[in-house]
């Protein structure tokens, strides 16, 4: 098992930028240290660090974490990966050991990679085995137990993510030696791999200071990654959901452990709420919104939520912990270019799906209905320009509740000023992912982000619609990278898994905490502009849960885990169709789901998708590691 378990060293200190009153870099050639040179001096030390921090992800050669060309949301039913489509095996009914797609074999994605995962494992594990040789003077000897700290935070944050993919893991605190027999590793049950990734997050939370450089891990991303992992094992997937043969226990915890698990998740999410490792809070008000909501209202609200993922320079007070892109050097973003539209020279990549769209609420938070002036009719909208002028809510498009407006570019949305080459078809700059007609329904102009448009019309949206949440209006991707922060954990998602696990708490007869679970949800909803949910019944606080936790952090790569979780991919997993907007000269409206423009077809491949399995060339290598179920 060379490829799982090789070293990396000259490869990750290649790179390092390290200052030091003596610098050991300048004595020799970067493409060739070895190991004493990295541990001797804290200084090298710390940047080689830096580098597993950098290889997280699973990919080393493209983003890093969540923030990538092709997202992982796109694995899912809320995003469509325009380029590379067929990379999403697990949509496909095709993935396999020899076929992992996105979460393998491509530099575009790969962010569960199982070889780069391992590897970065074992650069941690050799930072634990010799840090405490490392000389330091008196000055140096607390960074020296922050940089432990770090490594175990990666270390748990790595085999968390092992383990929400694969299940039960090989389990390693010592570094491999090279030549060393792995023909009797075996994976350990979930329950021993959660174990194993707990003790590390105690020992990061035990090392890491109270205070630390923005940007390195903190007390309170190791316990929000706590509460994650908990919510995750306590799950129905990993508790009696999976009716597939595991008499290892790879996948599934043993019968009675759901409501401890549970207990846990809330009792971890719970310290993090009462301040035990910092002072976090929801950006903007969590007061009651006003009613009714006006169109000035709803703005100030998106441009709220909009602007969490639009951070520069010191965080707000709801990101715990997330990854900071520099101009040059280290771990690069460009996500202006990556996700905006082929009308501003971007690559217009992952774009938001229709039944998506749809499930952002109305601004007064009652339900999106397609067909509310047809009922009956869910692929067609016609509105004339009289009708909008005294009914605005004619359009698909108008009085949605401000988290729509921060996530989703639609036509007609206000963004950037165009480049000189397109400002002549929108002098409005305004999306234009529809085409506009004369009143007799002969073309008058493609837009200008359609597959019809002037410009590189191969890289405009599929689906009718852009994704705005990680774009940054001031960057103009054609030309510069991004610089605005990938949030990995925030106080939103601590207050959601809190409610989670006390609504589950009260599905299971647990009632107690019902209420305190609904009161953490209405304050994200009121944080976005909407008022409070009110209800008794478990199963319905249950479904407005999962509701929030698909619109708060759409795209942002938690859909791959709730849907495979909750085990609802059969429900959610179905054909991508575009939608298609004519725009009249006489203001009239026409929007169609076009059910003959079939973009992605999707197939559900059964139980055993829910994992995925151990590579093929991993088993070939130690046939006696124990595969998946179904596989």
């Known amino acids: 098992m060379k490829t799982l378990f090789k070293y990396l060293y000259a490869l990750a200190v290649l790179l390092l930028m390290v200052t030091s009153c003596e610098n050991p870099l300048d004595q020799q050639s970067v493409d060739t240290f070895p190991q004493d040179v990295v541990f001797s001096d804290i200084a090298v030390t710390k940047a080689f660090l830096g580098k597993c921090y950098d290889r997280m992800g699973g990919n080393t050669n493209s983003g890093i974490l969540g923030m990538r060309e092709d997202l992982l949301s796109s694995a899912t039913d809320q995003t469509l990966c325009i380029h590379r489509p067929a990379n999403y095996v697990n949509l496909k009914g095709t993935q396999s050991p020899d076929q992992l797609g996105w979460f393998a074999n491509t530099g575009y994605g790969g962010f569960l990679r199982y070889n780069d995962l391992y590897a970065d494992i074992q650069n941690v594990n050799v930072v634990l085995a010799n840090i405490d040789a490392v000389p330091t003077t008196t000055q140096q000897d607390a960074l020296k137990i922050q940089l432990k ?10 085999y968390t993510n092992l383990l929400m993919g694969h299940g039960g893991q090989i389990l390693a605190s010592e570094p491999w030696i090279l030549g060393e027999d792995f023909l009797t590793v075996k994976r350990s049950t979930i329950a021993a791999t959660k174990d194993f990734i707990l003790a590390d997050i105690d020992k990061a939370i035990t090392n890491i200071p109270a205070s630390i450089e923005q940007g390195r891990a903190s007390r309170a991303a190791a316990a929000a990654l706590k509460a994650r992992l908990l919510m995750f094992c306590a799950s129905t997937l990993t508790n009696g959901g999976n009716t597939l043969p595991d008499p290892e226990n790879l996948v599934s915890f043993p019968a009675g452990s759901q409501t401890a698990l549970l207990q846990n998740a809330r009792d971890a999410a719970l310290a993090i709420m009462n301040g035990t ?49 520099p101009l040059t050097g280290g771990n690069q973003s460009r996500a202006n270019i990556w996700f905006g539209p082929n009308g501003f020279h971007n690559w217009g990549n992952n774009n938001p799906t229709e039944p998506a769209v749809r499930s952002f609420e109305l601004m007064d938070g009652t339900p999106f209905v397609w067909d509310a002036y047809n009922p009956g009719e869910q692929y067609l909208r016609t509105a004339t320009a009289a009708e909008l002028a005294s009914d605005p809510f004619k359009s698909p498009y108008y009085g949605r509740e401000p988290r729509f407006y921060a996530t989703v570019l639609y036509h007609g949305a206000p963004w950037q000023e165009r480049p000189v080459d397109a400002v002549k078809y929108d002098p409005l700059n305004q999306v234009q992912t529809g085409n506009f007609y004369n009143d007799d329904g002969t073309v008058k ?7 019809n448009s002037a410009i590189e019309n191969w890289n405009a949206t599929k689906t009718g619609y852009y994704i705005k949440k990680f774009l940054d209006p001031a960057t103009v991707g054609q030309y510069y990278y991004n610089t605005n922060t990938w949030v990995e954990f925030r106080y939103a998602e601590v207050l959601l898994i809190y409610a989670e696990a006390c609504i589950e708490l009260a599905v299971l007869g647990q009632t107690a905490d019902l209420q305190n679970g ?19 019944d478990p199963l319905q606080a249950r479904a407005w849960l999962r509701h929030e936790r698909e619109i708060e952090f759409f795209a942002e790569g938690h859909r791959w885990f709730d849907i495979r979780r909750w085990m609802i991919c059969d429900q959610v997993v179905q054909n991508v169709y575009g939608m298609k907007i004519k725009q009249f000269a006489n203001g009239n409206m026409e929007w169609k789901l076009d059910l003959t423009d079939n973009e992605d077809t999707r197939s559900w491949g059964g139980e055993k998708i829910y994992w995925l399995p151990i590579p093929r060339d991993e088993i070939n290598k130690a046939p006696q590691i124990l595969q998946n179920p179904g596989y």
């Not at 209202?297 to 900071?324: C, L, M, P, R």
């Not at 304050?523 to 009110?534: H, I, M, Q, S």
């Open 277 to 325: 490792y910092g002072t976090f809070s929801l950006a903007g008000t969590t007061a009651d919104p006003p009613s009714p909501m006006t169109d000035a209202t709803v703005k100030i609200y998106a441009d709220n939520f909009f602007n969490i993922f639009n951070q520069h320079g010191k965080w707000n007070s709801e990101t715990i912990w997330g990854i900071q892109f």
């Open 445 to 451: 102009a493609y837009g200008i982000d359609t597959r």
């Open 149 to 158: 700290g770090e490594a175990y935070f990666i270390r748990a944050f790595i």
């Open 518 to 536: 609904i009161d953490a949800l209405n304050l994200v909803r009121n944080r976005a502009g909407l008022p409070d949910r009110v209800t008794a």
